[in-house]
């Protein structure tokens, strides 16, 4: 089942265009065209590269809303039915490929962001630290996609589903401080998920890590995870 994703992955263009460039375009935007104009007291690729991370995972995920839902329309689960094959590895597989096309991504995104003058400052336990955390929400992440995916009626709807994760970081302190926004969007960005998750990915790689803001990102992680697994499984057994 990984094997059969992988290959859609790779033989679609449009799937590798918004997972890998489209979140190195943003950062050159984001760093070189509009940096200037941000004031947030240090470098900002430093600032931004961590929500720039969050938000190439976010670029990466409706490939897999669609592939789950066409898998489930166009009968393709019903042939599995009359197989020795286990329910579980459906919905696994495309979680694995989403983390695994999530992580390569990122891997590009921070390596043109080092050429931008992206100059992380952890120790080898907070590197460690920053790959946990990355995973858990990928992990967290692509459940919830693949929960929306089995959930929505075609695929074109299923492919939605990245609209409002992709510019959720936009209304978080991804790119600008929380305090600099105004009334109602500064709330909604100290108190959203994705705050807290870039907030302690940008303390572990400036060598500041924040316990309460770590403690508040794995139990957003934790509960996406949950939330995700839980409605992909109900609905999956529904469905099929």
Known sequence: MFRRNFRHTTRNPLTLF???????????????????????????????????????ICYGISPTAIAVN?????????RLRVMRVSRAAV?????????????VA???????????????????????????????????????????????????????VGVPLMLLPFLSS??????????????FAEYQPFTSIIETLRGLLTGAPSASSAITAIAWCTGIALIGYLWARAKFTQRA
């Open 106 to 160: 990122i891997v590009f995104v921070v390596g043109v962001a080092l050429l931008m003058g992206f100059r992380p400052s952890a120790s080898f336990p907070q590197w460690l630290g920053v790959i946990g955390l990355v995973m858990f929400a990928v992990l967290a992440i692509s459940w919830l996609t693949v929960a929306v995916g089995l959930a929505a009626k075609t695929p074109e709807s299923a492919g939605l």
């Open 18 to 56: 918004n997972a890998i460039f489209m979140p190195i375009i943003l950062m050159f935007l984001m760093v070189y065209v509009l940096g200037d104009a941000f004031s947030v007291g240090v470098n900002y690729a430093d600032y931004a590269t961590p929500g720039l991370i969050l938000t190439t």
């Open 174 to 187: 991804a790119f600008v401080p929380a305090e600099k926004m105004g009334p109602g969007a500064r709330q």
């Open 70 to 78: 066409s898998d489930m329309t166009t009968g393709f689960i019903n």
């Open 91 to 103: 919905l696994n597989a495309h979680v694995i490929t989403t983390m695994i096309r999530s992580l």
